[in-house]
């Protein structure tokens, strides 16, 4: 019954007639401390997941561009988590229509903008790395030439990241409403503006990403495999010469282990290229399938499509997008080397630092009171 209840008041919005929005029965309570605890898990898993990255990146000598941007992902995510905790878990306002100042509140933190504003920069910033992973290996001549500058403007390039989704989602704070019965709701003009702002927002914040990520990650695996056959072809060339160059001057031996070491250098850059490339491969993919249940939800939803707000379906989409903003921290964890070695050096700093105060006390004694 709730789920044509929702329906109906859905399709008479689309109609421009009058609405009849009513307040849901209360949840059963076995099904409200689950989310309680769900929705406590998966926000305390962003604030410390993402709160480590932080301090690991920010311990870090290593200040490269991606590592960078990594930083403004995890900022983001991290504020997210943060303003997803104060929302679900915080206390509820009760809204009296007319309200000025709750009318504000519906649509600024009532609706959820500035969380759903949050998860759409996180997005954005994810198309940066994309892009940024592109260009590095697809013009590198370029890249390099470039790269000084954009990190020199690092900060406002972060900032426009944050500013992108509170001004895309601004379409969602704009149309939501205070009614009788301590309802916060959507109203749209008409169906096609509802249904203009849905195609809007499906674009700009999934197949539009989505796009971005398949055609630079497709294109730079290309790349990295016509490199790996290029070296794979030239290998044998080069061991023999240097079997047949064995017998040279030391002059010449000198300069056939240099380029040995330079070979090892390159290798070594190589992988660690392809370990960015495939740590944020996993990161997309992790996006494009946290996001698609409710992307295409909210989709349908705008074209004229029914959807129950009540349900346990759309509570679990929503879990999905939340769960995507603590994911990446673990991800970091299992296969980004530079993570790896920066948080291996912070827990041994770590155990130092305690080690030290246990060989201090010993030594000194603890202090006696007087």
């Not at 929005?21 to 401390?33: G, K, N």
């Not at 900022?75 to 229509?97: A, E, N, W």
């Not at 990403?209 to 056959?229: C, E, N």
């Not at 879990?319 to 296969?335: E, S, T």
Request: hydrophobic share 45%; proline share 5%.
């Amino acid at each position: 019954m709730e789920y044509e209840l929702a329906t109906t008041s859905y399709n008479m919005t689309l109609d421009n007639t009058t609405s009849v929005w009513t307040t849901d029965a209360p949840e059963p309570p076995y099904r409200l401390v689950l989310w309680i605890i769900l929705e406590s898990i998966i926000g305390s898993l962003g604030v410390i997941g993402n709160g480590l990255v932080l301090v690991v990146f920010f311990r870090s000598k290593s200040r490269n561009l991606v590592n960078l941007f990594i930083i403004n992902q995890s900022m983001i995510d991290f504020t997210s988590s943060l303003v997803y905790l104060l929302i679900h878990l915080g206390p509820k306002v009760q809204l009296i229509p007319g309200n000025p100042v709750h009318s504000i509140l519906c649509k600024v933190w009532v609706s959820e903008y500035v969380m759903w504003s949050l998860f759409i920069s996180s997005s954005a910033n994810l198309v940066c790395i994309t892009l940024e992973r592109y260009i590095a290996t697809m013009k590198p001549a370029w890249y390099r030439k470039k790269v000084v500058a954009v990190k020199k403007r690092i900060v406002v390039v972060a900032a426009c990241v944050w500013a992108f989704g509170f001004l895309i989602d601004a379409i969602w704070a704009a149309v939501q409403e205070v009614l009788p019965g301590n309802l916060c709701v959507p109203i749209y003009s008409s169906p096609a503006s509802q249904a203009i702002s849905g195609i809007t927002i499906f674009f700009v914040t999934y197949l539009g990403p989505l796009s971005v990520m398949a055609f630079s990650y497709t294109s730079i695996v290309r790349k990295l495999r016509q490199q790996t056959a290029k070296v794979q072809a030239q290998s044998p060339a080069r061991t023999l010469s240097s079997r047949v160059n064995a017998t040279e001057p030391r002059s010449v031996q000198g300069s056939l282990l240099n380029n040995k070491r330079n070979a090892r250098a390159n290798n070594t850059r190589s992988r660690a290229t392809r370990n960015v490339i495939k740590t944020m491969m996993i990161v997309s993919a992790t996006y494009a399938i946290t996001w698609a249940p409710i992307a295409f939800n909210y989709l349908i939803f705008n074209l004229g499509g029914p959807l129950d707000f009540t349900s346990v379906w759309y509570e679990v989409t929503k879990l999905f997008v939340h769960a995507n903003m603590c994911a990446n921290p673990f991800i970091y964890a299992m296969q980004y080397r530079q993570f790896q070695i920066g948080l291996k050096r912070l827990c041994c700093c770590c155990k130092k630092e305690l080690d030290n105060r246990d060989l201090t006390v010993s030594v000194l004694g603890p202090t006696s009171g007087t």
